[in-house]
Structure formats: C-alpha cells, structure tokens
C-alpha cells in the first residue's frame, strides 16, 4: 500500500479539515494562482455567457421516496450548464433515476442505499433497488462523497454500449481535471452476505465472519455465509477520478464489492484514475467481464480476504510514472484462513510503462502474489519492460500458488523476485517459461492494447475447464484484432488509452 504518499496525503488533508466543520473532510478538488491584471482604461463591463451546448433542465424529478431530491440549481461548465439534483443521504425506497437531459445526480457525501440488514438475510430487509439508467451522470461533490449498497439491497445500475453510466467528480463537471487528476470523490461500494476472512467481528470457524468497509469514517459492514447473495447489477459503467485517500492505508476505490455473491452481475466497468486500486474486491464470489482499469495510482485490479473471483477479458493500462503493482492479490497474514483466495483471470492484457521511482526502488513486481491465495491466469500478456513482472511471496505451510497457461510475458532482465521461503529461481518455476504455452521472454507485437501477429501465434488454452463462467476463445489477451472492439463507445479517451472515435474524452462530459 502507498504509505509514504498516504502520509503527504494525510497532512494535506489535516490543512483541509481546518476550514471545516468538525464532521466534514474537505474535497482535494484543484486550484492556482489567480493574476488580475488591472486596465489602465475603464472599460465597459461585459455580460457572462453561458457556454454554449447543454441547457440545464427545468427542475428534478419525482421519485418514488417520499424524501424526494433535492434541487440544487445549475452548474456551468465546458460542456453547457446542468440542474443539479442531490440525492437523499439514505434511500429508503426503491427509486429510478431517469435520464433527462441538461441534468446531473449529486452524491453531497456518503448515500446510502436502504440499511444494513445484518448478516442474514430476514423479513426485515429494507430491500431498496437504485435503479440508474443508461445515460445518467452522478457526480461526488465536494468532501468524502460515496455510494454504499448495504447488504439486503442493490444497485441496477445498467448502461449501453452507446449511452454508458458515468460517476465522476464536481471538478470533472467544472472542466477543471487534466491527465493526472484523480482522488477528488469516494467511489462505489457494494456490501453482501457471501464469506469472507479477516474478520472485524466473528470468526472464518464459525462462520460468522464480518468485516468493516476499507475507507469509510463510519464503516459498514459486510459479510455472511451466502454465497449466491445478489447485490445487483453493473453494467456499461465508468468511473472517473475517484479513491478518496482518508488515512494510511485507509483508501476508497473506485469500485469496492465487498462479501458479494455470485448472483451479482459486473461487466463493462472502466475505472478511470483512481487514486488508489482500479477494484479491490473483499472476499464473496465476484464475477466479472469486461473490465477497463486506466490510470489507476495503486492496483488496477486487487483482490484479497477470501474472494473466489472469475475474471474474463480485462485491459488494465497504468500511466507512465504512476501506479504501483498492476495486480496484487492476498490475505496476508492470514495464511490459515478459509476460504482462500482464489482468482481465476482470462483473456487479459496488461500494460505497465513505468512505475514511479519510488516504488521501482522498492522492487515492487507487476504482478504480486501474497498470503493465503491461489492464482491462475491464462491466455493473458503482461508487457511490462521496465519492471519485474512478477513477485511472489511463500509464508505459512500454505504459500501463494500461480498456474500459468499461455500466459506471455516482456519484463526488465530481473523478471522474478521472491520473498519469505521464495526466491527467484522459485518464483520462475511457478510460472513455468517454455511449458504449457508460457513464455517470459516474448516480443510483443501490440498495437497499443490490440493484439498483433506474435500475440495471435500463440497457442490457446481452452478455459472452459476452468468453470462454467468462462467461454472459449481463440486467441490469448483482451483484444483479438482491429475488429473486436468490445471497448469501444462506453469508455473514455485519455493520453494513456485511446479507445476510438466512438468514446468521449476522459476530461468532458458525454453530452447525448
């Protein structure tokens, strides 16, 4: 975890609590000198325009908690002026946020969605659906603003290949974000009854192990012992310049599904910029495809306490200079805990240019395997040629395990390291270059994200026989060729990935 920034973090943060209240956190938003040069004739004033393009619309709508939303006029920038409607700190019916257009939904600190219902399910459930259509844009406002989907309700939050979902930040409205913003609002939490371990409260032995949420001043919790729990359903999604940073090792995520079961739907979600982790998911059973994680200052993908994760098709593409591991995945120090991590990814393409100093200097892998977990990935490639690809961590009588099947790699000259009874020479064993497909000397022949002539040589393994989630393919990483554009049109541009004419940039707003 990125201790030494959390802690320069943690100071700025202290600057910002002293102009508030005493239960607020100032938004980090963005700022700089201001220079008034003053005429040395009078002038005649001038009346502001408004940009041209989108008109806010003339009120919010009626929903159906008697709470309703609350107008909080317009907001104006590069892309026109939009009404502004701020949800209800805690929904408590089931409602629908309807696309209108020259309308935003403000998040004015921590939402949440329906109350806990504990650690199983009863008639008392509140159970509460938000329901978000495609187009809808929700944006945090300032201070520590997040979404939380209590355990025994859900989120519908369902976009198309055209009309994605976007949550994204006041700053990102105002058109004040460049490459390098992130970290200016929560994100989205998913909380449910599936097993995890690491336990706040309970025990793995007696199966009633919970946990509280990472990040949250007031935490929620999660955890239970369904495994086919439904928090809902997540598709054609962005989420932009989220992971708010509250203490050391203390973080939001862009998304954190936490305890969720395989009834929970993900797929088409792309995390933009996050300060912290891409996702980080706590334990549960997720299941995912089609994930875009871009730009992200910790993990792109991170996944520990318990969670038995099934993954399919997958760029994570992290920014020249920034971000730490692209994949770290355990339950450290607790290396005797059931259920234990278990990923199984496939049809990955992971780009990694180059790490920060800092963490090169402390020898930190593309891929970290650590602590109580099982990993295997397959039809996938790494390309990361300035970095080790791969660091593995053996403690406990049960140490990290990877399986490796036509998975290619292009690392530094060091490309293993290994730390507790693992060595390099361990570690390169695990991963197997020369059998089953796997190489860790290979020639990409890329073209950005999309695969090329030496990429489409390699020999596939069939993944079926990995679970019923995953199907067969033809070809290993994310993207086959110029015709598979499966990423196109929901996600956003940015000078890290360019995804087509079709996407909208990463610094506007999509304005159909």
Known sequence: ?????????????????????????????????VTINNPTTPTTPTTPTTPAGVTPASGCPTIADPQQLKDDGTITGPTGTWRVCTLPSRINRSITLPKIPGLLYQLAGRVDVGTDGGFTKTAADTNVTLTIEPGVIVYGGTGVSWLAVNRGNKINA?????????????????????????????????????????CSTGSTTANTCERQTEGA????????????????????????????????????????????????????IQSYNSSDDGVEFFGGIPQMKYYVSVGADDDSLDVDVGARAN?????????????????????NGRETELPRTDLRMVNYTMIQRQVSSANEAANQASLLLRGNSDVTIANSILLSPNNECLRMNGSGTTPATLTAR?????????????????????????????????????????????????????????????????????????????NDTWYAGWTCNSGAANFGS???????????
């Open 158 to 198: 369902v976009g198309t290949a055209t009309r994605p979902i976007v949550f994204t930040s006041r700053d990102n409205i105002l058109g004040l974000n460049t490459e390098t913003s992130q970290g200016q609002w929560g994100g989205i939490v998913l909380l449910g009854r599936a097993k995890i371990t690491d």
């Open 502 to 512: 079709t996407s909208t940039a990463c610094t506007s707003l999509p304005t159909n």
């Open 406 to 482: 036509s998975f290619v790699m292009s690392c530094n000259a060091a490309k293993y390291l290994g730390t507790g009874t693992y060595n390099a020479t361990t570690v390169a064993a695990q991963f197997g270059s020369g059998a089953n497909n796997n190489n860790d000397a290979f020639t990409s022949t890329l073209n950005a994200f999309v695969n090329g002539a030496n990429e489409l040589a390699v020999a596939v393994f069939n993944a079926t026989g990995l679970g019923a989630f995953f199907g067969a393919t033809t070809y290993i990483g994310a993207v086959r060729d110029s």
């Open 1 to 33: 975890m990125k201790l030494y920034r959390n802690l320069i973090l943690m100071s700025c943060a202290a600057m910002a609590l002293a102009g508030c209240g005493s239960d607020d956190i100032s938004s980090p938003g963005t700022g700089g000198n």
């Open 311 to 331: 993954f399919q098709y997958g760029l994570m593409i992290q920014r020249d200079g920034a971000g730490d591991s692209l994949m770290e995945i355990d339950s």
């Open 217 to 268: 001043a007031d935490p929620a919790l999660f955890g239970g012992a369904d495994d086919a729990d439904n928090s809902g359903t997540m598709q054609y999604v962005q989420i932009r310049y989220s992971g708010y940073v509250l203490g050391s090792n203390v973080e939001l995520q862009s998304l954190t599904p936490s305890g969720i079961g395989s009834g929970t739907v993900l797929s088409h």
